[in-house]
């Protein structure tokens, strides 16, 4: 059998890491994207060859980017795109930006890499997931569909974009065979946490922060034959944060 292949941004550190080494566990060829160049010390094959970085706050780059990605997919197949690039800008001292203290180039960065990326690069890879009958998993937040107190209002304007954009491609790359879902993680320890996500994990039914490879298995799930008939939904990662 020919080997999988996924595209993934923001692969460097956090669920990104996790996904790729869940992934190539599982034997898939993961093709990673992130700012920083490759990292030699990560702990799976092949990684500098199918690394590009990539600054997908930069249209132009990632537009450019497109063809790199397949030169990389051998039969014009991708089975898989995880759309997981996220930056969430803080204020001085960490503070939180709302829609009053968000200037609007901080705006267009973060919808740029958190929402606009997403639509370029399905639409642009459009037909080689159609060719492998693949699978787009869009990662959003807990942040989209409340206020949170650390993410500020951009990021989480541009998670509930991102969540509705899940919808709006299910129903649009349905009758290619491909399918479109999207997990909105909570509390993950990851390097995105801001001071004071304690206080929050005292209040979550199951009491603890997410692990990164707990939300890479439910993205390995979404794109795995087990979920062949799931399209168009948002998978809750947040230890009942949402109830």
Known sequence: MDQKI?????ASR???HATVKRFSAEGWRVLTCSRAPFDPRCPWPGGAENHIQIDLADPAMTMRA???????LPGGRLHALVNNAGISPKGEGGARLNTLDTDMRTWGQVFNVNFFASVVLARSLMEELAAAKGVIVNVTSIAGSRVHPFAGAAYATSKAALAALTRE???????????VNAIAPGEVETSILSPGTDKIVEGLPLRRLGHPDEVAS??????SDDASYVTGTEIEVNAGQHV
């Open 218 to 223: 439910v993205i390995h799930f979404l794109c």
């Open 66 to 72: 497109i063809e790199v990605v397949r030169g990389k």
């Open 169 to 179: 491609m299910a129903h649009d790359f349905g009758p290619m065979g491909v399918r």
């Open 14 to 16: 956090g669920i990104g």
């Open 6 to 10: 996924m595209l993934l941004t923001g």
